[in-house]
Nanobody
Framework: QVQLVESGGGLVQPGGSLRLSCAVS????????MGWYRQAPGKRRDLVAT???????NYVDSVKGRFTISRDSAKNTVYLEMKSLKPEDTAVYFC???????????WGQGTQVTVSS
């Protein structure tokens, strides 16, 4: 069984910062891509950022220059550093992990990020 546990969400004022973490545990072989999606109320789950095993990162345009994704492969952990947060960043953030050579994608349970004054 594979588990992804996110942490670091919360309430922050506009312009503030948060750092999300996602730790992967359980029976999983080497991980290829990891990343973050988010889902606001009444909306679909959308990509935020991904990072490959070679640490090549990709971001949605709306977070470029404000968010940074990173990973610690030894710890099977992915991070999302979020700065200059805006109210429109408010959502539940989900991490994912993709094992090599499969079409499987594992998901975390989500962590709430609320940007409000």
């Amino acid at each position: 069984q594979v588990q992804l546990v996110e942490s670091g969400g919360g309430l922050v004022q506009p312009g503030g910062s948060l750092r999300l973490s996602c730790a992967v545990s359980g029976r999983i072989s080497s991980i290829s891509a990891m990343g973050w999606y988010r889902q606001a109320p009444g909306k679909r789950r959308d990509l935020v950022a991904t990072i490959t095993s070679g640490r090549s990162a990709n971001y949605v345009d709306s977070v470029k220059g404000r968010f940074t994704i990173s990973r610690d492969s030894a710890k099977n952990t992915v991070y999302l550093e979020m700065k200059s947060l805006k109210p429109e960043d408010t959502a539940v953030y989900f991490c994912h992990a993709d094992p090599w050579a499969t079409t499987t994608r594992y998901w975390g349970q989500g962590t709430q990020v609320t940007v409000s004054s």
